[in-house]
């Protein structure tokens, strides 16, 4: 069964902290995605990653950073989080190139910034 | 720069009808339409995908339109089941002219199907 683990579903931090989400899909996918979804607001790309070492800033790119050194993995990072960042942290893969892009989703990481 | 509307209101119908969502986008056409079903607290997981070319897409119950005139898509769902009660989310790809496999969503329709 094809999947995509995000480390942690839960995670309550501090305003200021360091904040690491781990991705790892095993379908080897190109392509990777971080996504924040909100109410209201749906979901929003924030980086994204089409090669190992390879990434491009989505929609919303402030306040974050990715990793990509291998393949499988695609990591998240809050440098210094806010309260403005608490929200649902999907993950997501698609395989490179056709005219599918169909996403597999991780189950998300909620994270609460207080 | 491209946008998407879904009808932010719940749906609710009785189980055995048939739901209709819309999905409506303002810009270019994309190269494909995706739709997507997601449960609360889960993953959004991908259910029918429908390129530009096409106007009509079935699987199972579910069956998906793409009228590009109109910019619009229609979900369809046939004898529905309170297990079809979920969020779903309309994909577009954000291309214009090609596909880039990176997608836009819209906000979701929450569908509850009333035994």
């Known amino acids: 069964d094809v999947k995509v683990t995000q480390s942690s579903r839960y995670l309550v931090k501090r305003t200021g902290e360091k904040v690491f989400l781990e991705c790892v899909q095993d379908?080897?996918?190109?392509?990777m995605f971080w996504y924040r979804q909100d109410p209201g607001l749906g979901l929003r790309l924030i980086y994204f990653?089409?090669?190992?070492?390879?990434?491009e800033k989505g929609d919303i790119p402030e306040g974050y950073s990715v990793s990509r050194e291998k393949k499988e993995r695609f990591s998240l990072i809050l440098e210094s989080a806010s309260t403005n960042q608490t929200s649902m942290y999907l993950c997501?893969?698609?395989?490179?190139?056709?005219?599918?892009?169909?996403?597999?989703f991780g189950e998300g990481s909620r994270l609460t910034v207080l | 720069s491209q946008k998407i509307e879904q009808n932010s209101e719940a749906l609710n119908i009785q189980e055995g009808k048939t739901a209709t969502l819309t999905c409506n986008y303002t810009?270019?056409?994309?190269?494909?339409l995706q739709w997507y079903r997601q449960d609360p607290g889960r993953g959004p997981v991908f259910l029918l995908l429908i390129r530009e070319n096409e106007k009509e897409k079935r699987k199972e119950r579910l069956k998906v339109t793409f009228d590009t005139t109109l910019k619009q898509s229609l979900f369809h769902i046939t004898a529905s089941q309170p297990a079809d009660s979920a969020t779903y989310l309309c994909a577009l790809d954000m291309g214009y002219g090609g596909a880039t496999n990176k997608l836009i969503f819209g906000t979701g329709t929450l569908l509850a199907v009333q035994p």
């Open positions: 379908m080897d996918h190109e392509n």
């Open positions: 990653s089409y090669d190992v070492k390879m990434k």
């Open positions: 810009n270019y056409s994309p190269a494909y």
């Open positions: 997501a893969s698609s395989k490179a190139g056709g005219n599918t892009g169909e996403l597999f």
